[in-house]
């Protein structure tokens, strides 16, 4: 306790120093508080409050904003390096590089709501398909959930706090929530690297763990998460790719990491930023993507 109290004492003498006018010894002061970590957050946002200079208001919410990315960094390279297993965790890290306050709890009680009406209307004699039919109407004619067509490229699809409240999405978006709650009800759905068009796979059996890999033949049909779940077959994507002039590979039609829907993610709202010109977030998202890349 005595040294909890003395570190925060410590803290908060250096954010009293935040006004120094020497860059050189801000520097030094910037950099102890960063040593502080997210525990640094609380008493900065006090000091925003207290300090009226709009230009001191500007350094602290400078601090706050680095401490908060590299808190997503580090939270990121534990998920990696812990294989990726839960991809719900791995949307949440990222979404929070935008809402820093999203809770985790918060999260899965929405998720839970959508799986438990889903539940309630199963039973042990269901075929796939008929399984999938009850996902699809309550997930897309009782939620609400739809294809955010008019704004597609929008950064707010790739959080996934926005998917849930805003009930719209991309079809990476939409499919990571329909397969994580399918998953969560034991039904073997996962997401397929599709280019240009994140699909979702049901397969005859349930992966052991998030990163091996289903054999393409296990793929009992595909379903279009953008088109309120509608089932289609292989044939379709393969005359898909012909369309894009994409050679055939089995990475187009059987089901992907959770590592490597978390890189799509963020290749999107590298693209998404990019339309914005919104050159510091590209740069943020690039070094996400650093991390998943230098790990996997």
């Known amino acids: 306790m005595i040294k909890e109290d003395a570190q925060k004492n410590e803290l908060k003498a250096l954010i009293s120093l935040i006004d120094e006018p020497d860059e050189r010894i801000y520097e030094e002061i910037k950099q102890k508080i960063f040593s502080y970590g997210t525990d640094a957050i609380p008493e900065l946002e006090i000091a925003w409050e207290n300090f009226l200079e709009p230009h001191l208001q500007k350094r602290i919410e400078g601090l706050i904003k680095v401490i908060q990315f590299e808190n997503v960094q580090s939270e990121l390279k534990n998920w990696v390096d812990f294989g990726g297993k839960n991809l719900l965790l791995g949307w949440i890290i990222i979404s929070k590089n935008q809402y820093p306050n999203l809770k985790e709890e918060e ?24 399984k999938v039919r009850i996902i699809n109407h309550i997930f897309y004619d009782i939620y609400g959930f739809t294809g955010n067509s008019s704004n597609f490229h929008a950064p707010q699809n790739s959080f ?101 829907i978390i890189r799509r993610f963020l290749n999107n709202l590298v693209f998404s930023y990019g339309q914005l010109k919104a050159t510091s977030k590209i740069a943020e998202m690039k070094l996400l993507l650093s991390i998943i890349n230098k790990e996997v």
């Not at 899965?108 to 799986?115: N, R």
């Not at 994580?180 to 240009?196: D, T």
């Open 160 to 260: 996934i706090n926005n998917v849930l409240d805003s009930k719209k999405g991309n079809p990476l978006s939409l499919g990571v929530i329909y397969s994580i709650i399918s998953q969560s009800l034991n039904f073997p759905i996962y997401g397929v690297n599709l280019p240009e068009h994140f699909v979702l796979a049901y397969t005859n059996e349930k992966r052991s763990d998030s990163l091996s890999f289903i054999d393409k033949n296990e793929v009992l049909f595909y379903l279009n998460p953008f088109k309120k779940g509608i089932v289609f077959s292989k044939k379709e994507i393969t005359s898909f790719l012909s369309e894009l002039k994409l050679p055939y590979t089995d990475a187009f039609i059987k089901p992907c990491s959770n590592i490597d």
């Open 107 to 130: 999260i899965k009680k929405q998720i839970d709501l959508i799986k438990n009406d889903i539940w309630l209307e199963l039973n042990d004699n269901l075929t796939a398909l008929e």
